[in-house]
């Protein structure tokens, strides 16, 4: 009888490990590589206006070897969008700027806005992940970054850096007032330095932040923007069927972790679940890496805004 028990018990145990082993593979090598389009449309315009198609990408984290994501992202310039957000950590590497700007090469002849990350600063280094349940813990930066030489290749191009300055734009026919603070996560966001209701007379009053700290989201909301698009979260990077993300890696409600949502009464939020991860946690599990493509649309007056998600096997389509 004890000799049953104990085979039973190693086939359990065996069959435990092979289960982990297989979920580890899939989370680290198929999944993590396994890029997805979303579409997104949100009715943000003004009333009348033409609609706008918006590239949104962030947290690339690129190294220079990721040869896989590089190919994939660059094949997003066929996308042919109005206008491109990139809400940052671009970088996993001091050598990866050129990585990044091959990557984005395609995208970079479209108007552009961006803001940085934490990533951009700094390098990644080795966490505890228990460390992600307290959005307390104290934070340890890695090697510098050459931000300044990612920041200098995007503005040579003619994207527009968006950090703590108010840009008004026309894209595609489309009067934008833009807006951004640095990264929140970092604790450095200065928002009284674009603080102030923008131009009434935009058709888009558009804020771009990192990190979706709510004390940054309730400021964008308080001074009348209509759209914040934000990264950081990852999607949860690590979330569990029926479930969801377990966390946000920062005060944002679990909820709101990834796509569209309302902030307040009239504010929508866009978060990217990004497209890459740190090296020292390169997996993903129910959270495919993406960028966005969003449609924003006119505001209609007759109630037919807040239409249901629809999830198709390759895309998610959402209408908020």
Known sequence: MASLVSTRAGRLAAAAVGTGAAGLFYATV??????????????????????????????????????????????LASLEPDLVVNTGDNLAHPGAVPAVIQALDGLL?????????????????????????????????GEPLPWRDLRAAFIERGWLDATHRTHEIEVAGTRIVAAGVDDPHLDRDRYDTVAGRPNPLAQLRLGLTHSPEPRVLDRFADDGYDLVMAGHTHGGQLCLPFV?????NCELDRSRVKGPSRWGAHMRLHVSAGLGTSPYAPARFC??????????????????????????????????
């Open 109 to 141: 002849t479209h108007p552009g806005l961006f803001v940085f990350g934490s990533n951009d600063y700094f390098g990644p280094t080795p966490k505890n992940p228990f460390k992600y349940f307290d959005s307390e813990h104290e934070r340890k930066h």
């Open 30 to 75: 198929i999944e993590r590589n396994a890029f997805a389009l979303r579409h997104v449309t949100m009715p943000v315009l003004e009333p009348g206006s033409t609609p706008l198609r918006v590239l949104h990408i962030s947290d690339l984290h690129m190294m220079p070897n990721q040869y896989l994501k590089q190919a994939w992202v660059s094949e």
């Open 287 to 320: 959270c495919r890496p993406e960028a966005t493509l969003l449609t924003l649309t006119p505001v209609s007056h007759g109630g037919g805004d807040d239409a249901g998600i629809e999830s198709l096997p390759q895309l998610a389509e959402d209408r908020v």
């Open 244 to 248: 969801g993300a377990l966390v946000t």
